[in-house]
Antibody, heavy 123, light 111 residues
Framework: QITLKESGPTLVKSTQTLTLTCTFS??????????VGWIRQPPGKALEWLAL???????RHSPSLKNRLTITKDTSKNQVVLTLTNMYPVDTATYYC???????????????WGQGTMVTVSS | QSVLTQPPSVSGAPGQRVTISCTGS?????????VHWYRQLPGTAPKLLIY???NRPSGVPDRFSGSKTGTSASLAITGLQAEDEAVYHC???????????FGGGTKLTVL
């Protein structure tokens, strides 16, 4: 059974850096085809794809956030870490991590999601 | 403003059939990129409903089906049930933006 859970601060101040950790079970990021992604959703708004890291260390980032965003993995700990610099109130959102389903095609599809963590950025 | 356009809301009575459209352009759906659909119940995380245009993950009832034609995709739900009330999101990729994109979401109300 695949589970994911996001953890990190619920409140950050403007210009600070956000670090979120996704801790998962039921799969390994050392297995070919596996990936973990991050998606966020501002209150009452649409989903926004942020980044994805694959089993082979390949990464994909949203072009609009590429300069602010870092994604890393720790396979031994079953964790993926997302770092977003220069946080502003517009970055207030629920942040989800999700498991990439190992199927061919574009874009990657996420078949299991964490419960999400709400992050508020104060001005 | 989302690159993929979904109706903000749709509604239907129990037992009826509803469809939710996801309209894109030649740089995303029309370019052949796949469309995935997610359902989000109030206060919960999205759940995968349809992947790669027409495929249902195990556990998703066959009341849910997906299709894609030209620059649009659709999600159809038959035999509408009260528990289908949720927000439905489509996802694809845009080559002009070089980015994964989501629709704005459609709220389904079961009357």
């Amino acid at each position: 059974q695949i589970t994911l859970k996001e953890s990190g601060p619920t409140l950050v101040k403007s210009t600070q850096t956000l670090t979120l950790t996704c801790t998962f079970s039921g799969f390994s990021l050392g297995t070919r085809g596996v990936g973990v992604g991050w998606i966020r959703q501002p209150p009452g708004k649409a989903l926004e794809w942020l980044a994805l890291i694959y089993w082979d260390d390949d990464e994909r980032h949203s072009p609009s956030l590429k300069n602010r965003l870092t994604i890393t993995k720790d396979t031994s700990k079953n964790q993926v870490v997302l770092t977003l610099t220069n946080m502003y109130p517009v970055d207030t959102a629920t942040y989800y991590c999700a498991h990439r389903r190992a199927v061919a095609g574009t874009p990657d599809v996420f078949d299991m999601w964490g419960q999400g963590t709400m992050v508020t950025v104060s001005s | 403003q989302s690159v993929l356009t979904q109706p903000p809301s749709v509604s239907g009575a129990p037992g009826q059939r509803v469809t939710i459209s996801c309209t894109g352009s030649s740089s995303n759906i029309g370019a052949g990129y796949d469309v995935h659909w997610y359902r989000q119940l109030p206060g919960t995380a999205p759940k995968l409903l349809i992947y790669t245009n027409t495929n249902r993950p195990s556990g998703v009832p066959d009341r849910f089906s997906g299709s894609k034609t030209g620059t649009s995709a659709s999600l159809a739900i038959t035999g509408l049930q009260a528990e289908d009330e949720a927000v439905y999101h489509c996802q694809s990729y845009d080559s002009r933006l070089s980015d994964v994109i989501f629709g704005g979401g459609t709220k389904l109300t079961v009357l």
